[in-house]
């Protein structure tokens, strides 16, 4: 697979996102199963792990932590702070300072290792100035505890005023052909800092593979079955499967998988972009690798632009609640 740049990390063009061995789509894999897949995912060139202190309460950093730890110089890896479940289940975001270093620690006892590459602001937390929360990573950064700061979901007035506090080295936001949001401002605002751009949830949550199923199908351990994704509810999604006739004929056009159009249409979007798919399954892990030197030419992207885009697809990514806990919507 080719590289990119993260700041000072030179990474594999498509990194690995490791939330899903550990909460998200449905039934888990064993702990066997995880580490045959994270072993396996560097042996297919994969050298940037994404993980959160959030994901599995702990779970997915601690998988990294027991699993690949052995191999920690051959992938740089990423986590994440600032949101978690409370006991209730429900979803907080906390940007204290006292918060932020508690979690780092913890992150670093979990990932057995002495250094993040690169620690993420998982939510902006509209009760803590900015500043303070990314102050905080700073000084983990002038301790060595971390080595570069990124931040998640953000809006560009407050991506400014982080960057002025310590200088941000990536974000990492909702991006895919179905997810136009950051085509908006952010993308824009990074590239005029010199910012790294991760999309997540490339695979518009497996519905570009081509394999996603009704949420009537899915079982109720899904995220995409909460009604929190009103895409995924029957009214939108009978509407949306309807774009991937098309879809999958450009890909079958181009001689790769709809999965891997998904990747190289982000790819394409410009050498800033460092895609992070998850999966659980390790075929799923090495077709999502083979997308990483997939180049498309600039009539296939714009004809992908005009098929699947915000106004062709049916439906909000997130419900109203979750919209309004999220910075990045006010760009
Ligand atoms: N910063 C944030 O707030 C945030 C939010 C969400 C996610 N993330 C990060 O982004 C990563 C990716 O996002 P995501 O998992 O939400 O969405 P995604 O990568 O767009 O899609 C994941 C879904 O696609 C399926 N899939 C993956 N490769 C496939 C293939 N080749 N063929 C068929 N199905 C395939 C997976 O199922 P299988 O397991 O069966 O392959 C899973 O259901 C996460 O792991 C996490 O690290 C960050």
């Known amino acids: ?14 990194g690995l996102g490791c939330m899903n061995i550990s909460m998200g789509y449905g039934d888990l894999p064993d702990e066997t199963t995880a580490a045959k897949l994270l072993n396996a995912a560097i042996d297919a060139g994969y050298t940037f792990m994404d993980t959160a202190a959030m994901y599995g309460m702990g779970h997915s950093e601690t998988m990294i932590g027991k699993h690949i730890m052995h191999r920690r110089s051959e992938f740089t890896l990423a986590s994440k702070c600032g949101i978690f479940r409370n006991s209730e289940n429900q979803v907080v975001t906390d940007g204290r300072p006292e918060i932020i270093v508690q979690t780092c620690e913890d992150s670093l006892r979990r990932l057995n290792t002495e250094v993040i590459d690169l620690y993420y602001l998982h939510r902006v937390d509209k009760n803590v100035p900015v500043e303070d929360s990314i102050g905080t990573l700073g000084r983990l950064a002038e301790q060595g ?14 991506l400014r005023k982080a960057h002025a506090t310590f200088p941000i080295t990536a974000v990492q936001s909702e991006y895919s052909l179905w997810t136009r949001t950051p085509e908006r401002k952010i993308i824009e605002t990074c590239r005029e800092l010199g910012i790294a751009f991760v999309p ?10 081509g394999k996603c199923k009704d949420v009537t ?32 004929a450009i890909a079958e056009r181009c001689g790769c998988t709809m999965a891997q159009l998904a990747l ?48 062709t697809v049916k439906g909000d990514r997130y419900n109203e609640v979750l919209m309004n806990t999220i910075d990045s919507e006010r760009d």
Not at 145 to 158: N, P, Y
Not at 200 to 209: D, E, G, K, N, V
Not at 218 to 231: E, G, Q, Y
Request: proline share 6%.
């Open 264 to 311: 190289a249409w982000v790819l394409a979007q410009g050498e800033d972009m460092i895609p992070i798919p998850g999966t659980k399954n390790i075929e799923h892990m090495e077709e999502n690798a083979g997308a990483g030197d997939i180049k498309l030419d600039k009539t296939t992207v714009n004809e992908l632009d005009q098929l699947i885009n915000d106004k």
């Open 200 to 209: 997540f949830s490339p695979l518009a949550r497996q519905f570009l593979t």
């Open 145 to 158: 505890k971390i080595r570069t700061v990124g931040m998640s979901e953000i809006a560009s007035d407050t």
């Open 217 to 248: 199908e899915l079982t109720k351990n899904d995220i995409r079955c909460t009604n929190s994704r009103p895409r995924f509810e029957p009214e939108n999604f009978s509407e949306n499967i309807k774009l991937l006739g098309p879809y999958r």
């Open 1 to 14: 697979m080719h590289t990119r740049k993260i700041g000072p990390f030179e990474v594999s063009a498509i």
